[in-house]
């Protein structure tokens, strides 16, 4: 079954949210509930969910979202990003620094 774009949008959101928790090299147990909270929420499929939860607890190199697709919906994007960064009750100066980042990346002034 091919994915709806809501679902590839979830998805890639979700991978643009590891980026944001682990901005600070920390993955703290609050944004792993969000994250995980999130994607089940928003249907991503369950294998893509472990998959990506699992890249970031070893270490590894995190997937990089694709921009053509959150560019669609830069507020939610944003929005998400933002509740994420201060989900663990800090606003760490590389998380402010990436939410920025975002931003010129999604073309948003």
Do not use: C, Y
Request: no cysteine; aromatic share 4%.
């Amino acid at each position: 079954m091919t994915p709806s774009a809501e679902d590839r949008f979830n998805t890639e959101i979700i991978k643009l949210l590891l980026q944001v928790a682990w901005s600070d090299r920390q993955l703290t147990h609050a944004e792993h509930l969000v994250i995980f909270g999130l994607g089940r929420s928003w249907n991503v499929p369950e294998a893509d969910l472990q998959s990506l939860l699992g890249a970031l607890k070893a270490g590894g190199p995190l997937p990089e979202p694709d921009l053509a697709i959150l560019r669609t919906r830069p507020d939610d994007v944003l929005e998400a990003a933002r509740a994420l960064a201060v989900s663990d009750g800090s606003f760490a100066d590389s998380e402010k620094a990436l939410i920025d980042r975002i931003k010129g990346m999604l073309s948003i002034p």
